[in-house]
């Protein structure tokens, strides 16, 4: 803004004592009435703004005939100029001025509260940075810090301080002290312990230069209890002893201090690689739910310790930690960063108005209540401000007396009655806003239970889960509403045996019993799930961070294009430092979309064909993001794939784009090499070598064991010569294979094959290959004699497991997509799904219309069942064993009215495919079946 001071004053104090205000504004009085007015209600309110009015009067009069923010820059400049002798009064000069200018500011209007807390953080930076690096330039002069140059002293040799708290938020208060974490990164320096001598002579001496209170008074009062294990560890510490405190003994308040801290002074850069080697211990990659807790717990001792608790008054209310006060706002606010700021790097902002507005963008608080806690704050910060400005003192109790009272509600521009009324108002309604969010839930009774029902509850607390005391105190909160929410399910007994199945499985329980405390509606979304899913159940047990997916606010939002879910997971891999993270990171990823894709099928948001998309989507996301990860880390060994390298492509279920809940991954790997002998990396391999070893990593990527589990199953057995072949395949090798050597069954595998990453032009050339094969080997009477042995051997295999089975025996999935892919095979035609291949075998007239009409029909039912079945169970389903959700789930799936329709409906569907299947390939019984296809 380039408008003079007294053209933005749009409000003034009331002086208390308007003597006093007149003689402190009378030497002003050229200035003009504005100024002066405003002059007289800040004396007359304040006599430390006297003083300095006082003692800076000839700079004032001509600051205030600029636009304050080039006051600001004035002096700040004055500092960055000074000399280690000269910062001792210089600073203090520097402070005097600048608290006055911010206060004149705050008092008329002139800035809003994020403005002049921005000013004197300012002020705070400077001083601090100035202090540090002069007194490290002296401890290089002086040979204090080996190996160290002149030109280490413009990064302090790699000491950073850490602004905490207030300062860190740029949010300082008028009389604040400063929150100070001193650090060096011990990797810059030859003899670490020596350097760290230095830098404690530097911390005390900047501590002193900042801190000290002399004859031109202070700059700011300085604290550095902040820092790890405060009580033993000495003033300035290495990277490494905080990073391995903070790993092994780190505390929520700790992570909380986190939030707001920022490298102000020093080696910035390394300040912020530190905050980034922070990342794990102060924002949680799971929704941190117990952090509420927590902060609830440290609000009671608080209060405690200060004698806090009680009704709301006036005289001698703390505007920082009483009821209402500033500090509600705040752990309001860090709390719920806490809580989800681990998955989304907007919530993590430092400074409180804009991280409750990206709290309310992100559906984590109600907009309305943002705006409010918002408006709250900033009148609470700027009463705070008048307590300081009376006499410099870093208080927040309102004074105790009815005439201490009144001086404040002049200061603030208003009559006693107003500042009183309106005062009790914003801390009761600052009360109601934030205590329902802290305090944990009463205790309700428990509900009547059946003797099974009681049986069961009474073994719950053996289970791992509620081991610990404190997730005992929180299921203790949570289990009434949990009983009752279970009673209201079609069979409670039911529902509650599944809900104990469950249970039993978690390996810990306060992350999800904080959850549930917070957000019961999820109570009821497990209990839906265990009611009708017990693998789902058992899965969600082992894996219960996926429900922070549902808490998300996209859970049930549209499902996004595969490009849109390989880039969500792209970008999520780049965030994450090493491989192996990595690797960890996308099985987290995956397993919370397969868990909304599972919850949508279950619920009817979705059906089963549906489902069998997002699946496939979901899996070919997840290997076109984790393609270039391994590419990237093989090649850092072994050099750049040579030629155009390889690409991966899928097979089967996967190559057709439908998959259900538990499919593996069939994968082949094509490379193309041009004329290369080997890689050119530090470890170079032969092409072979290169590709098969590739080929491997991408196997394991895909297939470990790790913290989160393995992505998916692999099978690779649709290569070239199957077990025996090489795990990675030239494009020229597979070219002459599928031309002269490949059988049958690898050309109708062939038809539903797919690339899923690596190279685009590598890729279109697959393509075109794939559809030049199928023209060339699909017409034929060898063709269907080979698929009518094949069908034989198939049928003698693997029979039906029962009834129920919808996968093997006549008639059913695996019958029906050999018949498909047959059909495809014969009318040289490229379509992969069922569906299409269907279509195309009429066209060429390998099947009738009627056939068709009969085969699909077949098609659809059996894939309703077999993924609703997959959902509920991975071993052959057993309807009588299903419970009554299950059950039902089943039923709405396959469109029945009950099991006794449905059986006879499969049996028919199974009995009309066969029929046309048997007349298009022949019957499926031979003398010599049982042999291995």
Not at 312 to 331: Q, S
Not at 900 to 922: E, V, Y
């Amino acid at each position: 803004m380039s408008h003079s001071f007294a053209a933005r004053i749009t409000r003034h104090p009331i002086p208390f004592d308007p003597a006093a205000g007149a003689d402190s504004a009378a030497p002003f009085a050229a200035l003009g009435p504005a100024i002066t007015q405003l002059l007289s209600g800040a004396a007359g309110c304040s006599p430390f703004l006297a003083d300095l009015m006082g003692r800076e009067g000839e700079w004032l009069c001509h600051a205030l005939t600029l636009p304050p923010e080039t006051a600001l820059q004035t002096e700040l400049a004055t500092v960055d100029a000074l000399t280690l002798d000269q910062l001792g009064p210089g600073l203090r000069c520097a402070k005097r001025r600048i608290a006055l200018l911010s206060a004149l500011a705050d008092l008329g209007g002139v800035w809003p509260l994020e403005q002049v807390t921005g000013a004197l953080t300012d002020l705070a930076d400077r001083a601090v940075d100035i202090s540090l690096n002069r007194l490290v330039a002296d401890e290089i002069r002086r040979g204090k810090i080996p190996g160290a140059t002149p030109d280490d002293a413009k990064t302090a040799a790699g000491m950073v301080v850490f602004a905490m708290g207030k300062m860190g938020a740029r949010e300082l208060n008028y009389s604040s002290d400063i929150d100070l974490i001193c650090l060096f990164d011990e990797s810059q320096h030859a003899d670490p312990a020596l350097a760290r001598a230095a830098f404690i002579r530097v911390t005390r001496k900047m501590a002193a230069l900042v801190g000290d209170r002399t004859s031109e008074g202070y700059v700011f009062r300085t604290d550095l209890r902040l820092r790890p294990d405060a009580a033993v560890t000495p003033v300035c510490l290495s990277f490494a002893a905080a990073e391995s405190y903070y790993e092994s003994v780190g505390r929520t308040w700790e992570r909380a201090a986190w939030i707001k801290a920022r490298p102000c002074a020093g080696d910035i850069a390394a300040g912020e690689k530190f905050l980034k080697t922070l990342t794990p211990f102060v924002w949680r990659k799971h929704l941190d739910f117990a952090a509420i807790q927590d902060a609830h717990d440290m609000r009671l001792r608080i209060r405690d310790h200060r004698g806090l608790h009680g009704p709301i008054v006036v005289e001698g209310h703390n505007m920082k930690l009483g009821v209402g006060g500033i500090r509600e706002i705040e752990f309001f606010t860090q709390t719920r960063q806490l809580i989800a700021g681990g998955r989304d790097p907007d919530l993590r902002g430092r400074q409180t108005v804009p991280s409750l507005l990206a709290l309310a963008e992100k559906g984590w608080i109600p907009q309305a209540h943002a705006r409010d806690l918002i408006t709250l704050y900033r009148a609470h910060r700027e009463v705070e401000h008048r307590l300081q400005m009376v006499q410099d003192q870093q208080i927040h109790d309102m004074p105790t007396t009815p005439e201490g009272v009144a001086r404040i509600a002049a200061f603030c521009g208003q009559t006693d009655p107003d500042f009183r009324t309106q005062l009790i108002d914003r801390l009761q309604r600052t009360d109601h806003l934030t205590e329902g969010f802290f305090a944990p839930a009463e205790v309700e009774e428990t509900p009547d239970l059946s003797d099974t029902a009681r049986d069961i509850v009474s073994g719950w607390d053996a289970y791992p889960a509620l081991r610990s005391e404190r997730a005992g105190t929180i299921f203790r909160r949570v289990r009434p509403g949990l009983l009752k929410r279970l009673q209201r399910a079609a069979n409670p007994d039911e529902a509650l045996i599944a809900f104990d199945g469950f249970l039993a499985g978690l390996p810990a329980g306060v992350q999800i019993f904080s959850l549930f405390e917070a957000n019961p509606q999820l109570i009821d979304l497990i209990v839906d799930i265990a009611a009708t899913s017990p693998a789902l159940a058992l899965y969600l047990s082992r894996n219960a961070g996926v429900l922070d997916g549902v808490l998300g606010g996209s859970f049930f939002a549209p499902w996004p294009s595969t490009n849109a879910l390989s880039a969500m997971l792209t970008t999520a891999l780049s965030n994450t430092p090493d491989y192996e993270r990595k690797l960890d990171t996308a099985r987290r990823w995956m397993k919370e979309w397969h868990f909304r894709i599972g919850v949508h099928h279950l619920r009817g948001l979705i059906d089963a064909f549906e489902a069998g998309k997002h699946y496939a989507d979901l899996a070919e996301a997840c290997l076109a993001a984790l393609w270039p990860v391994v590419h990237a880390e093989f090649a850092a060994k072994h050099g750049l794939p040579p030629g155009r390298g390889a690409i991966l492509v899928g097979m089967g279920s996967l190559g057709a784009g439908r998959l259900n809940a538990t499919s593996d991954l069939d994968l082949i790997v094509i490379y193309d090499a041009a004329e290369a002998e080997a890689s050119d990396g530090r470890k170079p391999l032969a092409i072979r070598p290169y590709f098969a070893r590739l080929t491997q990593a991408m196997v394991t990527a895909v297939t470990a064991q790790l913290p989160e589990g393995r992505l998916y199953e692999v099978d690779m057995r649709l290569r070239p010569s199957g077990r025996q072949g090489p795990v990675a395949t030239s494009l020229q090798s597979f070219t002459d294979y599928q031309m002269s050597e490949a059988w049958t069954w690898e050309h109708l595998a062939l038809t539903r094959a797919r690339p899923m990453a690596g190279d685009p032009a590598l890729a279109a050339e697959f393509e075109t290959l794939r559809r030049a094969v199928l023209t060339a080997k699909g017409p034929g009477d060898a063709v269907r004699a080979d698929v009518a042995d094949m069908r034989a051997r198939l049928a003698t295999a693997k029979p039906a497991a029962n009834d129920w089975d919808a996968k093997n025996g006549p008639g059913r999935l695996m019958d029906i997509e050999l018949l498909a892919e047959t059909g495809a095979l014969i009318a040289t035609d490229p379509a992969r799904r069922v569906e299409a291949q269907l279509r195309a075998g009429v066209k060429c007239g390998f099947l009738s219309h009627q056939e068709e009409q009969a085969v699909l029909d077949a098609y659809r039912l059996c894939w309703r069942l077999q993924a609703a079945s997959r959902l509920l169970t991975d071993k052959p389903l057993d309807m009588d064993g299903l419970g009554i959700g299950a059950r039902a789930f089943l039923l709405r799936e396959t469109g029945q009215a009950d099991v006794a329709a449905l059986l006879p409906q499969l049996t028919t569907c199974h009995a009309a495919a066969a029929k046309a299947i048997d007349r298009a390939l022949g019957p499926t019984t031979r003398p010599d079946a049982a042999k291995d296809i």
